[in-house]
């Protein structure tokens, strides 16, 4: 490009800003879309209000959507971006706090208008003195105007040309880091295959987006590339942990040969779940919206004993209200597959935000001794293997599982290598067979396993009844008897504890670290991040990082005990310490907790960590 230069950058962060009704979060899909299929690693944070639509220009409804890209893999959206779009004045005031001090501020000066300003409650009409910002590194764009122009000879009303300001912003940020236009022009005809002309339209100011950047160099010195390396044969997507937990639920019915049920009820952050199953009818998934959250988690329970593979999708709130029936799978010792999305609690909390504050409630908040796996994925793109991982689990052992996701890996996307399903272990369930038709009684079990035999209705010989109530182990009649419910009970917990799942691994100086740090779930990319920080100044540091939480990798205790200092991080007051304290005799952590609705900062995580290794 004549008069600019093209500078390669390891990997950059990106924030896409405005009104809940911008269209950022598909701008910031879309370009983490286009990145991944190019093989550039990806992290993203959806960051939206839980108003369904605030106030035009409000402070409380801006929603953002933050994507960092890489050469490599990526861990973490980043702490700072280094592009702000930002549409207007509210979204600016709301998100600077997230951007880098040198990074480039795009926004749309239609909107900062008096009144824009006012809305935004900016004392002046030195917006950009008043937040500190330097206005050489503003891109002042009049997007809305410009839009109208390209658009005015069309039949669109000024509604629906607003809402194609989006792709103008787009236009310049693909510009600016030398991205195909082409990719993004056949996610919109895809998307909007129904309805051509609004492609098209959208097509043609993403044209003039990229023009302007190109044809006036956007105030910018240089524009950016950012090549891929390490990049594995395959074919790559963004996908969000939503969108691959479904995915794994369906991969893993297959490899069982078992029908699909997913039985829900509508909540944030967990929805898209659902919306996402119920589009792959023709493969056999069955969805049902139900009426509630107790109802759903029954469905699920009646699907497995009718033979099918039940899963019922929720959030924090929603577990509150499926407890009883998931004890009843305990009991029953049917196979269930529970996922919760946890977000910002108690009660309503923070809808759209993220916490891992469920975890105690989904090990312990249940009446009686009710022992269930849960397993806890680290990223979008692991949320695959562990959707996959509990159904093996699930069905195998005939017990209900929980997949303790949060909103931060749920909304958020990474670049996944789509699997074969023959690259996928097989899942076996242990199914009554005509051999056991003369001695079957419904809490017979495999030796190895414990598990019971799965025997569904319509097979001849195997009648028979499972309910809430106790039964008796070698009859399976209903029974009182006092030694019966004890051994019952021995027998639910020891197969449970009796799970095989791998050693949790540690990454970093394993061998010689001062200080380890430990995580579960969703926290490992920022986690991840800060050990590498410090290991690059020098610091001995190791990270053990927890997938399956109950029950603990057979490696726990020699991991935890065995390094001089120990901090436990996690996003609520200590739960996952309290428990290892619990499980782990002298182990005594020291811990880092927020509750901020907010992922973690790699920046705070790391001057915390280094305080602790200098005490």
């Known amino acids: 490009m004549k008069g600019i230069q093209v500078k390669e950058l390891h990997q950059v962060a990106v924030r896409f800003s405005g009104d809940s009704g911008d269209g950022m979060q598909l701008a910031g899909t879309i370009f983490s879309m286009i990145s991944a299929e190019v093989g550039n690693g990806i992290s993203t944070l959806q960051d939206y209000p839980a108003d369904i639509r605030a106030p035009q220009g409000s402070l409380s409804g801006v929603s953002g959507y933050q994507v960092k890209i890489g050469e490599d893999e ?34 749309d000066s239609n909107n900062f208008k008096e009144e824009d300003l006012r809305k935004a409650e900016f004392q002046t009409n030195d917006y950009l003195g008043e937040l500190g910002i330097d206005g050489d590194r503003v891109v002042a764009c009049p997007i809305t105007s410009m839009v109208k122009a390209c658009l005015r000879d069309t039949e669109l009303d000024n509604k629906a040309v607003l809402k194609c300001r989006n792709m103008f912003a787009l ?39 990229y023009d302007y950047g190109y044809n006036t160099h956007a105030s910018v010195p240089a524009t950016y590339r950012i090549e891929s390396i390490h990049k594995r044969p395959g074919r790559y997507m963004d996908i969000t942990g939503n969108k691959a937990i479904a995915y794994g639920l369906m991969a893993a019915a297959e490899r069982a040969g078992l029908r699909l049920f997913l039985g829900s009820y509508p909540i944030t952050p967990a929805t898209d779940i659902l919306n996402e199953l119920a589009k792959h009818k023709a493969m056999g998934v069955v969805t049902m919206q139900c009426e509630d959250e107790l109802a759903a988690c029954c469905t699920a329970i009646g699907a497995s004993f009718a033979g099918a593979l039940g899963v019922t999708s929720t959030s924090g709130p929603g577990i509150c209200l499926k407890s009883e029936a998931m004890n009843l799978a305990v009991m029953d010792e049917q196979p269930l597959v529970i996922v919760d999305v946890m977000r910002g609690g108690p009660s309503t909390g923070l809808p759209t935000k993220t916490e891992q504050t469920d975890l105690l409630q989904v090990l312990f908040g249940r009446n009686g001794e009710s022992p269930m796996p849960v397993i806890a994925p680290t990223s979008p793109t692991d949320c695959f293997q562990a959707a996959f991982d509990a159904c ?33 272990p097989t899942i076996t369930p242990p199914m009554a067979t005509a051999a056991l038709r003369d001695t079957f009684s419904p ?5 190895k396993t414990l598990a019971r035999y799965w025997a569904t209705p319509g097979m001849s010989g195997f009648e028979h009844v499972i309910g809430g109530l106790e039964k008796d182990c070698s009859t399976g009649v209903i029974s009182n008897n006092p030694e019966n419910h004890d051994r019952m009970t021995r027998l639910r917990a020891g197969k449970v504890a009796g799970i095989d799942v791998p050693d949790v691994p540690v990454f970093g100086d394993k061998d010689d670290a001062e200080l380890l740090i430990v995580g579960f779930g969703g926290t490992f990319g920022h986690l991840y991040t800060a050990m590498e920080a410090l290991r690059s100044k020098g610091e001995k540091v190791a990270l053990a990082h927890f997938k399956f939480i109950n029950p603990l990798p057979q490696n726990a205790a020699r991991v935890l005990l065995g390094y001089p200092k120990v901090v436990v991080a996690e996003q609520n007051l200590g739960q996952f310490a309290a428990y290892l304290r619990m499980k782990i005799d002298g182990f005594a952590p020291r811990q880092y907790n927020e509750v901020t609705g907010q992922p973690l900062k790699v920046s705070k995580l790391t001057k915390a960590f280094s305080n602790i290794i200098h005490q």
């Open 74 to 107: 990526v861990l973490t959206p980043g702490d700072l971006c280094d592009v702000l779009v930002a549409m207007n004045a509210a979204a600016l005031k709301t998100q600077i706090q997230h951007a880098a001090p040198s990074a480039t501020i795009i926004i």
């Open 171 to 209: 236009g310049i940020v693909c510009w600016l880091f030398n991205r195909s236009q082409s990719l993004v022009e056949s996610y919109l005809r895809k998307k909007f295959k129904a309805k051509p002309d609004v492609a098209e339209n959208n097509i043609r100011v993403l044209h003039a987006g």
């Open 392 to 424: 093996k689990m699930a069905v195998e052992y005939m017990t209900p599982v929980v997949v303790l996701s949060d909103a931060y890996i749920a909304n958020g996307s990474g670049a996944w290598r789509l699997k074969s399903l023959n690259d996928l």
């Open 443 to 447: 809490y017979k079990r495999n030796e």
